[in-house]
């Protein structure tokens, strides 16, 4: 029973370790765990007792860590979340899907998943959703941090890390302001010397550089007159007629205002390529297994 009930203060030493590195300060830690100051900090001294190492250096009101304090916060990262992962597959063994399903998405896949949460809530009610929003970048970051379950994210995307399964591919069409009189199909060279406003990625590249070298592959230079990783900042740039912008296909109708035209290209060679990803050494949820099926199931095999 002892060794037990050392097991359990260990694990509940990491935790209170982990608080304070990103908190980056005791008093802020003590407010997170609901917890008092010195009795906080009596556990990190016990720790490094434990350990026979000092895991922080103090600068100024901040904790920053040792070489062996960053080691340390590495693994317990992992062991805290696979110790929590065990909890859940334990739980899921004898009840029905519940609790949170995290992920995160593209924007310009919002007209993809919109749907498929429709259908998994009206089957599974008793589980909430915690969704995350950003670009391949950011998304990919979550993952790995292990902060949401998933993601669905736009390609290219290159990182052994992480297993990828793709989706359909969806065209790129033309999002104009309604005053240019686009007609409904037309050639890529119709955005010669009118100005365009794209996507692009925080880090990494992307959409931005497909349309682009499309647009070289056709014998011009675009007119960028603006760039945001928002597709709704975009289209409302397009609302204020400041330029048009080209987008995938479920995104402008999902996201077209309505004073704009959506216009497909005739001879384009592009196409917006998405994926879903995820950590192959972190436990899936029964719930993002299922929600994945139920994108399968709608979208076709991926």
């Not at 696979?82 to 859940?88: L, Q």
């Not at 070298?213 to 740039?237: M, N, Q, T, W, Y």
Request: glycine residues 4%; neutral net charge.
């Amino acid at each position: 029973m002892e060794t037990e009930a050392s097991i359990a203060v260990d694990f509940r030493r990491l935790r209170y370790f982990v608080t304070v590195v990103e908190a980056g300060q005791i008093t802020k830690a003590a407010e997170l765990l609901h917890m008092a100051q010195p009795p906080l900090s009596q556990q990190l001294k016990q720790l490094e007792a434990e350990l026979g190492v000092a895991l922080f250096h103090r600068v100024k009101k901040r904790l920053e860590l040792t070489p062996a304090g960053e080691t340390l916060y590495r693994h317990a990262k992992r062991l805290l979340a696979e110790i929590d992962e065990i909890a859940i597959s334990v739980r899921e063994t004898e009840a029905g899907l519940r609790g949170t399903l995290s992920f995160g998405f593209a924007k310009t896949l919002f007209a993809w998943v919109a749907p498929v949460l429709r259908q998994f809530h009206a089957l599974h009610p008793n589980v909430r959703f915690l969704l995350r929003e950003g670009d391949t970048y950011v998304l990919t970051e979550m993952v790995k941090r292990r902060e949401i379950e998933f993601a669905l994210i736009r390609l290219p995307f290159e990182d052994g890390a992480l297993d990828v399964r793709a989706l359909p591919d969806e065209p790129y069409v033309l999002v104009a302001p309604a005053s240019w009189k686009v007609p409904k199909r037309l050639s890529f060279r119709f955005l010669e010397d009118r100005p365009l406003v794209l996507l692009h990625r925080l880090s990494g590249r992307g959409q931005f550089e497909l349309v682009v070298g499309e647009c070289r592959r056709h014998g011009f230079e675009p007119k960028i007159v603006a760039e945001s990783p928002d597709v709704h900042v975009l289209l409302a740039l397009v609302e204020e007629e400041i330029g048009a912008t080209v987008i995938p296909f479920g995104a402008a109708v999902r996201f077209k205002p309505n004073n704009a035209t959506v216009a497909t290209f005739d001879d384009a060679h592009i196409a917006a390529k998405a994926a879903i990803v995820w950590d192959p050494e972190r436990y899936r949820s029964k719930a993002a297994v299922r929600f994945i099926e139920l994108l399968e199931e709608r979208f076709g095999a991926l």
